[in-house]
Antibody, heavy 121, light 106 residues
């Protein structure tokens, strides 16, 4: 059974860089037809897609965050990571990693449990 | 970006009820529409993909329909575990966007 687990600091200071890692177990991150995504949810708010990475390193980002986001993959560890720079209180959210089936019809079928990151001094 | 809207934002129902949630896209997305269920404190769970296909392991009480810009999620015979927030999401083009959610409560 595929499992995804987010890890990283729960608190980040304003203007610093948020870094999270998603560890995938139960399947290889190099499986074809799947991208690996980050999605966030601010407290009491809806879901916002951040970006995707393929095991080859190809990335796609949400234009609203593109200038501050970097997603990377480490196939040897079966992990992918998110870096979000210059954070503010508005970046406080639960961050989810998810697997996305990229061929039609394209959906998020497995999600991690999520990790809350609070931006605070 | 494609904007997704949902109605109603909150829906009060009783156990055994049949409920319908609407989702509208700001432009045609064919059937690139997915539905997720989120129970408080939990990750979203895929229910329906491609507008009407039920994800493996999801009971057939969840039904999706629609194409183009208008979609619906119908839940029959509501059970206590179905009280949650439901989100639609378009996968037609990036950035992938979600609706604001419909909370189904008692």
């Amino acid at each position: 059974q595929l499992q995804l687990r987010e890890s990283g600091p729960g608190v980040v200071k304003p203007s610093e860089t948020l870094s999270l890692t998603c560890t995938v177990s139960g399947d290889s991150i190099t499986s074809s037809s799947y991208y690996w995504d980050w999605i966030r949810q601010a407290p009491g708010k809806g879901l916002e897609w951040i970006g995707s990475i393929y095991y080859s390193g190809h990335t796609v980002y949400n234009p609203s965050l593109k200038s501050r986001v970097a997603i990377s993959v480490d196939t040897s560890k079966n992990q992918f990571s998110l870096r979000l720079s210059s954070v503010t209180a508005a970046d406080t959210a639960v961050f989810y990693c998810a697997r996305r089936f990229d061929s039609w019809p394209n959906y998020f079928d497995y999600w991690g449990l999520g990790t809350l990151v609070t931006v605070s001094s | 970006d494609i904007q997704m809207t949902q109605s109603p934002s909150t829906l009060s129902a009783s156990v055994g009820d049949r409920v319908t949630i609407s989702c509208r896209a700001s432009q045609s997305i064919s059937t690139y529409l997915n539905w997720y269920q989120q129970i408080p404190g939990k990750a979203p769970k895929l229910l329906i993909y491609a507008a009407s296909s039920v994800q493996s392991g999801v009971p057939s009480k969840f039904r999706g329909s629609g194409s183009g810009t208008d979609f619906t999620l119908t839940i029959t015979s509501l059970q206590p575990e179905d009280f949650a927030t439901y989100y639609c999401q378009q996968s037609y083009t990036t950035p992938y966007t979600f609706g604001p959610g419909t909370k189904v409560d008692i």
